[in-house]
């Protein structure tokens, strides 16, 4: 059979702080936008993905990229309105403790980025919104954003922190254990909880569908917090194999594949991101293109996919309509463990996106069968309210 | 008796009198990961030696298996449709994939034997 890929000369890439701690758990580490990253433990990623929906995972995700954007007059409204000139989301109204998902959007209404800014609730921090953005686009977003942004705010990537993700329905047992203020923080927020006897800014959000965590420790103390949380006979390390098999079950977008700088945030199905005020209002790049979409339908948008029977559609894979005419293509695809069977997610013709519709993947040049499918896979279980 | 043989694209082929029974090595599935799917060959299918005549798939990608000989296939394991982490769990027993009518025995010849297999692994890894 053809070989598959050897363990990561990783030479030239760079390494996250928690890389040691990685190999020692006898991670196979594979290269990941520059860094050696662990796509998986012993465990496997079956097992792992399995894991994260049952009780809790640990991720590793700090080679993600970390931004302030600081407003020179301490004003929430004016650092609020330089990144609504950059991202279609409403900013303004973003309350003090929450975070928002959106996308930096180019002249021509694809997305560059997608990415979550928080605002901070300590009175300190007024004027600061605080950014994560894809690993992959960093640098990317961070060259976009200065040559758009003017002097009255300044752009701050920020390498002190490494941040990890605790994900799971015993997320919140873990960390409640360490700070029972957890349990007040809801979806979308974020405040500082007590970990391990440093004060963290967590968010409770993720990229895996479940309830969790996302957590930026301070660098020098980012490994013993990682050996605290994992000391919990409830978390276990998940590498990125199964960060990718999970989010693909929440129908979440992954960055280079399933939204890209063609892609409009309407085809991608994230209006829901836009706020009304600034589908009426616009004022971001390739506002005139996304309002349209809006308002008559874009051309084309992102499904989900259900193949029949048990083989994988992986991306790239042509998309047929009932009499062999090619409507789209697979973005994102492989095998769902909790689904139990192979999912995807594509683009198709916007005449052939209704669940249900009947469609061919091309696998290895014959047409199967598959159906277009409501997504998420596995059940979204965020602590709304 | 039964003789055994290894390709570079990691299958073993055990030969009993003119059939070979051909599966993927332990040494393959550990690369692979877990297995969540697995295809085999129709019966009665004719393959030439290099071309791939099953699929073998972990959670991340599809890799081929080719036929390491020539010959028609004349059985099928049916457990693995069903089951596919059996290949990991059994890759040189339970989890063999396909069995063929050798058409050239003197293509076994160009395989490996088990030692030169491991030794081709050990350099490799």
């Known amino acids: 059979m053809a070989e598959t890929s050897a363990v990561a000369e990783d030479l030239e890439l760079k390494h996250t702080p928690l890389h040691a701690r990685h190999v020692d758990l006898g991670a196979k ?11 998986q433990y012993p465990l496997g990623v079956l097992k792992e993905h399995n894991w994260t929906r049952e009780k809790a995972g640990l991720f590793d995700v700090s080679h993600m990229g970390i931004a302030y954007l600081r407003a020179a007059d301490g004003k929430h409204e004016t650092a609020a309105a330089a990144l609504e000139s950059l991202v279609p989301a409403d900013i303004l109204n973003l309350k003090p403790g929450r975070q ?9 209404g694809g997305i560059i980025d997608d990415l979550m800014v928080a605002r901070s609730a300590d009175p300190d921090h007024a004027g600061w919104l605080y950014l994560v953005v894809n ?30 993700a605790l994900q ?61 949380l994992l000391s919990d006979e409830r978390v276990e390390a998940i590498g990125l194999g199964a960060r990718d098999s999970l989010r693909l079950e929440a129908g979440l977008c992954l960055y280079g594949h399933d939204i890209d700088e063609t892609t409009s945030p309407v085809e991608a199905g994230l209006t829901w991101s836009i706020q009304k005020r600034r589908r009426e209002g616009g004022g971001f790049p390739g506002a005139e293109r996304i309002q ?72 290895r040049g014959k047409p199967m069968p598959a159906t277009v499918a409501e997504m998420p896979f596995a059940p979204h279980r965020y602590k709304r309210g | 008796m039964s003789q055994e043989y290894y390709s570079e694209d990691h299958e073993y082929i055990r030969v009993e009198g003119d059939i070979a029974t051909i599966g993927i090595t332990n040494h393959a599935q550990e690369q692979l990961g877990d297995v969540v799917y697995a295809e085999v060959p129709e019966v009665g299918r ?28 004349t059985e099928a394991n049916s457990e693995l449709d069903g089951n596919p982490a059996l290949v990991n769990e059994d890759a040189e027993g339970a989890a063999w994939f396909f069995k063929v009518r050798l058409a050239d025995k003197s293509e076994l010849n160009k395989l490996m034997s088990r030692e030169q297999y491991d030794k081709f692994v050990a350099e490799n890894s």
Do not use: C
């Open chain 1, 100 to 108: 928002r998902y959106t996308q930096l959007v180019n002249d021509s």
């Open chain 1, 168 to 228: 799971g329905p015993d997320a919140i047992n873990v960390i409640a254990k360490h700070d029972p203020a957890a349990h007040e923080l809801p979806f979308m927020g974020t405040a500082p909880l007590k970990i391990a006897g440093h004060d963290i800014h967590a968010t409770r959000s993720g990229y895996t569908g479940e309830d969790g965590f996302e957590l930026p420790l301070p660098n020098e103390h980012a490994a013993a917090i990682w050996d605290e």
């Open chain 1, 135 to 164: 690993a992959s686009r960093k640098d990317v977003d961070y060259a976009h954003m200065n040559s758009r942004l003017s002097g009255d705010v300044e752009l701050m990537p920020f390498d002190g922190f490494t941040l990890v």
């Open chain 2, 46 to 73: 004719k393959v030439s030696v290099g071309e791939a005549a099953a699929v073998v798939e972990s959670v991340k990608a599809a890799s081929e298996v080719y036929a390491p000989v020539s010959g028609e296939v």
């Open chain 1, 292 to 363: 349209r979409e809006i308002t008559n339908g874009p051309a084309r948008k992102r499904i989900g996919i259900k193949p029949e029977g048990r083989a994988p559609a992986r991306e790239g894979t042509i998309i047929q309509d009932a009499g062999g005419n090619q409507i789209g293509s697979v973005t994102s695809g492989g095998f769902g463990p909790t689904a139990g069977g192979p999912v995807a997610m594509g683009y198709v013709a916007s005449s052939h996106a209704a669940a249900g519709t009947e469609i061919a993947l091309l696998v």
């Open chain 1, 29 to 39: 580490m594979v290269p990941f936008a520059g860094y050696s990253m662990p796509v």
